[in-house]
């Protein structure tokens, strides 16, 4: 029997080159817009339009990566999406370490490039931003509405849960190479609609520690909540899937190209 070519995984390290540009693109236009837009009106901005912009931000920029680098990669661009596929038996959990460290190169080059362009600002406007934690996530004084550790516990690893049963039941899609981006990029965008004002919405390891490293000593000291409860949701519901979704086709891996592109 004659095997489809075109059915076959890219190479490893070509899926990888494709994760750490998607996990670069979310991180860039997501971080860029909660450090920037506030910086136009400081004074006028309302909050809650803020907030609405990043959200989007970050939807919008996972909807673009996924349809870009999706049937690549799987579309994956941060470790909980990672970690819940491999935990639904989606994806090879040799595969993970590589992805994550992937995601988190395109995370942490896309955190950098933003501290580059920060010092081109209007006077001290980088100094600015890190002394307000360069939009890092964080419970207490780093949160933004003032929640503590417990909130931020139950928010990752509900929200970090609910986005990886999204991802992995979107994937049962007749036309999953439309519906998986839309869907999780939508999923994406309302989770930060949500936890914006607990912790700054992190869902993504990479992002976060991408922005703890430019942010100050706080949210290093934070940032480990931001990596283990995020991931123990995600492992929570990759092994929820199976009996809620029923044994589900392989497509968290790259699909192959549509019919003529």
Not at 24 to 47: M, S
Not at 236 to 245: E, F, N, R, S
Not at 247 to 259: E, G, I, M, Y
Request: proline content about 7%; overall charge neutral.
């Amino acid at each position: 029997m004659t095997t489809n070519v075109s059915m076959q995984r890219p190479p490893l390290s070509v899926r990888l080159a494709a994760e750490g540009l998607g996990s670069f693109l979310v991180v860039a236009v997501g971080v860029g817009t909660a450090l920037f837009i506030p910086a136009l009106h400081t004074e006028t901005a309302h909050p809650m339009l803020v907030a609405l912009i990043i959200a989007v931000a970050f939807g919008g920029a996972f909807v673009v990566s996924s349809f870009a680098f999706g049937a690549i990669s799987g579309g994956h661009f941060t470790p909980v999406l990672s970690v819940g596929a491999a935990a639904a038996a989606k994806l090879p959990w040799r595969d993970v370490p590589a992805y994550v460290v992937a995601q988190l190169v395109g995370a942490a080059v896309a955190a950098t490039l933003l501290t580059l362009v920060g010092t081109f600002g209007r006077d001290n406007l980088l100094t600015q931003l890190q002394d307000a934690g360069f939009a890092s996530n964080g419970w207490g004084e780093y949160s933004p509405a003032g929640f503590e550790l417990p909130a931020v516990i139950i928010a990752e690893v509900v929200v970090s849960g609910l986005l990886v049963l999204v991802f992995v039941s979107a994937h049962r899609s007749s036309v999953a190479a439309v519906v998986v981006p839309v869907a999780v990029g939508t999923m994406v965008m309302l989770a930060h609609l949500v936890m914006i004002p607990i912790d700054g919405a992190s869902l993504n390891p990479a992002r976060s520690l991408a922005t703890a490293i430019y942010g100050g000593l706080g949210p290093i000291m934070q940032v480990w909540a931001f990596i283990v409860f995020p991931l123990l949701g995600a492992v929570a519901a990759g092994w929820a899937c199976a009996p809620l979704l029923g044994r589900l086709p392989d497509a968290t891996q790259p699909t192959p190209p549509l019919s003529g592109v």
